[in-house]
């Protein structure tokens, strides 16, 4: 089993910064593309950031660019979210994915909630 647990979560105000945590098993595979999502109710889940456990390749959605960094950590077996100047509309429960590089199906953590109150 592929197993992802969230962790960071919290309410804050507007400006301020958050840092979520992945905890990874350490039988996900290594190439696996791992990354961050988050969804807001009544909304799709839509992509924040992904990486790859090298560090190379970093990619962001453009509503959190240069805002949020992705870090992923071998030797932990984590992935992090830093978050930060969080604005209201990043309100969302955020998930750890793992997904095979040649598969289109992800790998779900449980979530963490995040609020950002104005």
């Known amino acids: 089993q592929v197993q992802l647990v969230e962790s960071g979560g919290g309410l804050v105000q507007a400006g301020e910064s958050l840092r979520l945590s992945c905890a990874t098993s350490?039988?996900?595979?290594?190439?696996?593309?791992m990354g961050w999502f988050r969804q807001s109710p009544g909304k799709e889940r839509e992509f924040v950031a992904t990486?790859?456990?090298?560090?190379?390749?970093?990619r962001y959605a453009d509503s959190v660019k240069g805002r949020f960094t992705i870090s992923a950590d071998n030797a932990k077996n984590t992935v992090d979210l830093q978050m930060n100047n969080l604005k209201p509309e990043d309100t969302a429960v955020y998930y750890c994915?793992?997904?095979?590089?040649?598969?289109?199906?992800?790998?779900w953590g449980q979530g963490t909630q995040v609020t950002v109150s104005s």
């Open positions: 994915a793992a997904r095979p590089r040649w598969e289109s199906q992800y790998y």
């Open positions: 350490e039988r996900t595979s290594r190439t696996y593309i």
């Open positions: 990486i790859r456990w090298s560090g190379d390749n970093t």
